[in-house]
């Protein structure tokens, strides 16, 4: 099993909303990302968790907050977003801190803010 | 400043015939390597890897070539097909790094 799964596939919500996006993985893997794409750019990373510690903040604005409740399960709040954060947001796992280890990303968030 | 370049935006290959794709780093302190392919609203999906120890690696129609003293990487696709069109995303890892720097990816149209 390599799939990652994130829920919901699209989500709108507006300035004044809360609301989590949610990914799961049963792969065993340790290491759990977030990664933000815009139209027609490459993924940036937002946050990378290692053993269900934050241990990247790319320097992300506090409206996004992510939280790693145990090993299979990433969450990302968001609260009060603006309309430039309309994105395709997505999760990926890996085995965590070794080398040649590839990341596997879920299907993402399609993400419009209004 | 990026630091995975991929200088073509698109490719347009017919059907049977060879697809090159092109990857450049910047970074020395890369050591894996990574393609991954994209279909609209979907998530990238892994194709191929090659460590910075190889020169080849090779997974059926996908053969990944790394030439480390010129810091460039190219996915060779043979035969191509056309459901092989998608996005490709060149992507790299530093030893014992927590991230995967993506270039900025290079559309391939397989026409039949």
């Known amino acids: 099993d390599t799939e990652v799964t994130q829920t919901p596939k699209h989500l709108v919500m507006g300035m004044t909303n809360k609301k989590s996006l949610k990914c799961e993985q049963h792969?065993?893997?340790?290491?759990m990302y977030w990664y933000k794409q815009k139209a027609k750019k490459p993924p940036e990373l937002m946050f990378v968790?290692?053993?269900?510690?934050?241990?990247i903040n790319e320097s992300v604005p506090s409206r996004f907050s992510p939280e790693c409740p145990n090993s299979s399960l990433l969450n990302l709040h968001l609260h009060a977003l603006q309309p430039e954060d309309s994105a395709l947001y997505l999760c990926?796992?890996?085995?965590?801190?070794?080398?040649?280890?590839?990341?596997?990303f879920g299907q993402g968030t399609r993400l419009t803010v209004v | 400043d990026q630091q995975v370049k991929q200088n073509s935006p698109s490719l347009s290959v017919q059907e049977g015939r060879i697809s090159i794709l092109n990857c450049d780093y910047t970074?020395?302190?890369?050591?894996?390597f990574l393609w991954y392919k994209k279909y609209p609203a979907e998530g990238p999906t892994f194709l191929i890897s090659?460590?910075?120890?190889?020169d080849k690696n090779e997974d059926g129609r996908f053969t990944v070539f790394l030439n480390k003293s010129a810091k460039h990487l190219s996915l060779h696709i043979v035969p191509s097909q056309p459901g092989d069109s998608a996005v490709y995303f060149c992507?790299?890892?530093?030893?014992?790094?927590?991230?995967?720097?993506f270039g900025p990816g290079t559309r391939l149209s397989v026409l039949p």
């Open positions: 992507a790299a890892s530093e030893l014992g790094g927590q991230n995967f720097v």
């Open positions: 090659i460590s910075s120890i190889k």
């Open positions: 968790y290692s053993y269900e510690k934050l241990s």
């Open positions: 792969m065993g893997h340790r290491a």
């Open positions: 970074n020395s302190m890369f050591d894996y």
């Open positions: 990926a796992s890996s085995q965590a801190r070794r080398v040649g280890t590839e990341a596997f």
